[in-house]
């Protein structure tokens, strides 16, 4: 609530909602608690643990009323449950380095990442938690390609618990009219007269499969289909919110029975959990009103681990939640697998399809690879038009897109040499690149930075973030940097996007390197002069699945750039040039 103490009974009676304007208290009582809450200690929340807030402040996470104690976080990890046995998959906590500025019995401000004020906390709780054993736990894998795991890795190892006083909500410009609180959402479905409602989850655009899937789903129960998608945080490389909103509006506007459907925006941090995740989506959507919900094959997947295997079996979270839908309230509508028949023109389930049918379908991959990265609008039989070319207008041809080249090697290995052949090579090809070498970087941005792993990670996450906006805007970026350690590189894609991140490993002997070394540094660090020295006394922890490994003995500068052009090329990240004649 606003400038109200939250119980855990005042959620489980009614989930605050109402008008986001209404705050519940004079506005002179709310004003004393914001210059109250102005002197105090405070602590910058990530994006992260402000999706969480706000659903914690609006009751889409009862009957939670805070962040998780140390009881509730630690049977919410073994057992799936809060202390008090109430079903609740996936631990909210808000973890804290242990030099925070938090004390027991004592209150602190939370603040967004704009500094801006939303709540004061009562420290009732610290305790330390272990990445692994969350990570082993709900996501089931220590594995960093899953993108959760990697962010666990920067997150304080100290969680916060206490009583909340929410005084603001975070700030949405986009989308007002779309973003229902809990309450808000119960009372529009109930004005659309139909007891049973069906939920969507999505943090994709819909296709018509999708399509046809969610209107049987609302026939079906004879009810309503709230289509919910998730714009807080999903995947890295998803669709932004933005365009995605943007689709289904034009989908309800124009090919939904007008009273049978409903669309609100969720601000979810996903956790890409799988099996835990759809439970705990269909807890959420449960506060919504909502008795049933839809769950499709890989489910809130991460997708593919290092291995190359998907993390989650295809019906790990369908047969989760059928077992638990009784008790939470929300009956599984399981999501079938559907194909277009040509010689039909309408969508049928695969396990109805009699034998030798004439059937197409698009995979994910081609929809990415053969339409909107070749500047080709998807078929009408796939897409509705009005989608098809909203999508085509925020995805550009992929010879437009970004794409981050992240060289990584041992000092010497030849990851500047390469990437400076590299970047002259790209011109030809009318494409110009920003190329953020390792040292020219520490000069400036970096500049103060140590070697020690704390600053290392740090100069290397500054080269990611700065990387990714440049990639987000369309720009070809090239990163030479030794990037010793697997995990903030794995980050560092993240950051920038699965389909936009080439890693080149430039595997180089470490006898090499010293034998380049021309400013002597390997020497120094061999009689002790220099500590920490990646490859002497720091490890250097090789890619296990880089996209590119170059050989600089058996191969020159020259030879290993135009190996890239070709990579870059294949992908379709350059356009292939024209062969000139002159016969």
Known sequence: ?????????????????????????????????????????????????????????????????????QADFQRVIDEMRLADGTLFPIPITLPVPPDANSHLDSDIALRDEQNNLLAIMTIEEIYPWDRDEVARKVLGTLDIRHPLVVEMARWGRMNLSG???????????????????????????????HPNVVAFQTRNPLHRVHEELTKRAAAEI???????????????????????????????????????????????AMRMAGPRE??????????????????????????????????????????????????????LVPFHEFVYLPDENRYEQVSKIQPGTRTASISGTQVRDDYLNQGRLLPAWFTRPEVAEILAEAYPPRHRQGVCVWFTGLSGSGKSTTAEVLELLLLEYGRRATVLDGDVVRTHLSKGLGFSKEDRDTNIRRIGYVAA???????????????????I???????????????????????????????????????GEIKAFTGIDDPYEAPLNAEIVLDTLANTPESNARRIIDY??????????????FV
């Open 163 to 193: 009583s909340l006083e929410v005084l603001a909500l975070p700030r949405h410009y986009d989308f007002q009219e779309l973003r229902l609180t809990p309450e808000q959402t119960r009372r529009a479905l109930e004005r659309l007269g």
């Open 489 to 527: 590189r794995e980050e560092v894609r993240s950051m920038v996007g699965e389909d936009q991140f080439v890693e080149v490993f430039v595997n180089t002997p470490l006898d090499e390197c010293e034998r380049r070394d021309t400013k002597g540094m390997y020497a120094k660090a061999r009689r």
């Open 1 to 69: 609530m606003f400038g109200v103490s939250m119980t855990r009974s005042d959620f489980l009676i009614s989930p605050y909602g109402g008008s986001l304007v209404d705050l519940r208290v004079p506005s002179e009582a709310l004003a004393a608690r914001r210059d109250y809450a102005y002197k105090l200690p405070s602590i910058q929340l990530s994006h992260r643990a402000v999706c969480d807030l706000e659903l914690l402040a609006t009751g889409a996470f009862s009957p939670l009323d805070r962040f998780m104690g």
């Open 568 to 581: 870059l090329a294949s992908a379709g990240f350059l356009r292939m040039l024209e062969q000139v004649s």
């Open 278 to 331: 759809a439970l705990w989506h269909a807890i959420i959507r449960r506060n919504h009103g909502v008795n049933h919900f839809i769950v499709g094959r890989d489910h809130a997947s991460p997708g593919l681990d290092s291995t190359g295997k998907p993390f989650y079996g295809p019906y790990d979270a369908q047969e989760l939640l059928e077992r638990h839908s009784e008790e939470i309230g929300v009956r």
């Open 469 to 487: 906006e440049l990639a987000r805007q369309g720009g070809l970026v090239i990163c030479a940097a030794v990037s010793p350690y697997r995990t």
């Open 222 to 268: 004879d009810g309503t289909l709230l289509l919910h998608p998730s714009v807080g945080m999903t995947k890295p490389g998803d669709v932004d919110h933005y365009t995605r909103v943007r689709t289904y509006r034009a989908l309800i506007n124009n090919y939904y029975e007008r009273g049978r459907v409903m669309l609100s925006l969720l601000p979810l």
